[in-house]
């Protein structure tokens, strides 16, 4: 009984000394927030890594660290030497590329993440339109400058115009055959950020944008929009008139025909929505008309270019390949390649104005 | 009692008799009991207190305790078998069940245990619980003790059995379960969802207490991801001053805590106020604001004491203090996996625990979902017709349910 003790005891003890694992106390680190790549000449990488620094009154300041180096993970590791804390990447929101990086190809960079089990698959990834050492040096009100562009890019894909993207969208849509991954395009503007676009992409090479005034058409047909706003602008009797249709929500149904012989796609896409403010005359049901009319046939003919201009392209960011292999058996995906190009795409749009506002009917 | 035995006429003189003789020289007597009981009045119930619902207390005296049981089961079948116990102290010890209601097993083992009591010296129930509890390495109760009659009445008519000590004002329960720690007998008095929705929160309570601390520890020592960004700010600017890690910091925090339960348990009640200002101000404000601990810690740390003192039997809120802390070891030593490993070990032992040799875990592990009815949650009245299984009873209904629901009121 006494040796089963002491044994007892001494596996314990050994286990616990020689068991432990390296710690990571939460004050003892420099937690970083957003990562950020700039291409510097040939070869060579810069990586810049933002911080918040807490103090103990609670105010929030940004750390930003740049360290020049060939590789990815080596301008990662060097920020290490210009910290008097370790760096860690497990709280990491937003991950930003240059266009030229973007443009050269992330693959490496994504891979980082992939593999780092601390980085979680939430993680947000946006091209830069410019420097990113530039923009991450910003200091944006009280939050630091990570927390802050995570903020903001999250908000506009619940209920603003860019398509939901996250690290694990990401990586699903690069290896998902028959799709091509699309991310934010943001800048620095006057010292705010602005949302420029979207970067479109083919694999993990940049190759195309779609500027902003696209976007509401483009992630409607990307996905389901539950709150976005719409401006309408019309010229009758030579006086021009805008529209403001508010609540937008919308649903997108595909199609696909003919599949082996020479595929052709339909999209439905149902929007439906309010009007919110009109520069016009009255709002009645006839304008509510107008409006459903305008709107059907500036979406239609928006669609139709874009869808256009990603078959020159040849890139697929609205998944239609996707589409085509859920639906057949013994999909191929060369041959589907050859047919993309110059595949038939229809696009019917319906939309239903629910109502005008709480002024219902009021006749000036 | 007329006797000539010298041997009786001794022991009972020594507990309090008068022996008259008629004549100096008769070899006879005639042995009278006229002890004086000096016993405390029955009072309220200090630990186990209800705002509604008696308030009647056990006392010091088994006679007073055994009357207090009697006229509320003035029944026939309620047998009361005695026994002494100690050889200095010659305690009277009481056993009691309703023979026909509780079973036959649970009713031998109780005899059996208490009549092979051997110990010199039965001060108070406790020992008694000690003595015959069936893994007396763990520090779970594994009888309930109760000072309130009503509870014993209660448990008795589910076939419980119950043990009562001369001198001691707490009376013993057995078989029971884990879960029965956590239920008040003021559960039956309010309507059944408050009371099942106060169960929920007790539990709740007990394992929040038991695993926030650790939890704290785990993640600031090893698992910064999951604390979230808003939060951030909030932990590292309280602890951006403290000079210990988290761990020696929650672990002084909570002997800090103990401390001034103990020195509260032990002062007299006029200076026990004193603990009060020291244990709040000094020790709380003032070492946030020396820097010594974080002002995050401190509010989990007297949350978790806080949450500790929702059981309602005092001796399960002890055990609950004192597991804790290997949690907390362990949770320094490998952060969420080691609160894991902790967690294996309880439930493994808790698993293993029996009292009167009834599974301790029971509604749980063995599952017996009917018992479930007064478990986690009560339900009504209505539905607690069988008596719960665990008890073995050999009379399982309690009441015909048919009946009571008829239902006789005149109604137009």
Partial sequence: MKKKIILTLLVCIIVSYFGR????IIDELEVATAVGFDSKGKNKIEATAVMPLIKPDKTISNKTVSTIGNLSKEALSNVNHKSHKPVVNGKLEVALYSKKVAEAGIQDYIDTFHRDPSVGSRLLLTVVDGEVKEMLQETFEEFDTGSYIQKQLSHNMERGLIPTSNLHLFLSSYYTKGMDPVLPLIE???????????ALFKGTKMVDSIPFR???????????????????????????????????????????THIHKAPEVTLHLKIKGFIREYTGEGVSSKTAEKAEKLMENKVKKEAEMLIKKFQRKNIDP??????????????????????????????????????????????? | MITNDLET???????????????EDDNQGLLVKAEMNKAREV??????????????????????????????????????KEFTVGTLSCTRVAVLYISGIANEENINTALQRVGDLKYHQILDSSYIAQMISDNDNSPFPQLIDTERPDRVAGVLAEGSIVILVDGSPHALIGPTTLVKFFSALEDYFINWQLASVLRVIRLFAVSFSILVTPVYVAVLNYHYELIPKDLMATLVSSRSLIPLPPFLEALILELTIELLREAGARLPTKVGQTIGIVGGIVI??????????????????????????????????????????????????????????????LMGHILRLTSFGRPYLEPIYPPRLEDLKDAFVRLPFKMQEKRPIELQSPDTVMFSKRKADENKDIDE
């Avoid at chain 1, 110059?342 to 104005?353: A, E, P, S, Y």
């Avoid at chain 2, 308030?55 to 079948?77: A, D, G, H, M, W």
């Avoid at chain 2, 001796?315 to 597991?323: E, F, Q, S, V």
């Fill in chain 1, 21 to 24: 694992i390296e710690k990571e």
């Fill in chain 1, 188 to 198: 620095l503007k006057d010292d705010d950020i602005n949302i420029k676009g979207l």
């Fill in chain 1, 214 to 256: 696209n976007m509401f058409v483009f992630k409607s047909l990307f996905e389901n929009i539950k709150m976005a706003g719409y401006k309408l602008k019309t010229k009758e009797k030579g006086k021009t008139e805008y529209f403001s249709i508010q609540g937008i929500s919308t649903r997108k149904e595909f199609d696909v």
């Fill in chain 1, 318 to 364: 609205l998944a239609f390949g996707e589409q085509a292999r859920s639906r057949t058996r013994h999909w191929d995906e060369k041959r589907w390649n050859q047919q993309y190009k110059n595949m038939k795409v229809n696009v019917k749009v319906d939309v239903m104005i629910s109502e005008i506002g709480v002024v219902d009917g009021l006749e000036l």
């Fill in chain 2, 9 to 23: 006429i001794q022991k009972m003189m020594l507990t309090g008799s008068l022996l008259i003789r008629l004549k």
């Fill in chain 2, 43 to 80: 009072t309220i119930p200090e630990e186990e207190f209800s705002v509604v619902g008696p308030k009647e207390s056990f006392v010091e005296s088994l006679t007073t305790n055994l009357n207090l049981v009697r006229k509320r089961l003035p029944i026939p079948q309620l047998e009361i």
């Fill in chain 2, 284 to 345: 709380g404000t003032a070492s946030v604001e020396a820097g010594l601990t974080s002002n995050v810690l401190l509010i989990i740390v007297a949350l978790a004491a806080l949450a500790s003192f929702t059981t309602p039997v005092y001796k399960m809120g002890n055990a609950i203090r004192l597991i804790r802390f290997p949690f907390l070891l362990l949770a320094e030593l490998w952060g969420l996996i080691g609160i894991g490993i902790a967690f294996i070990f």
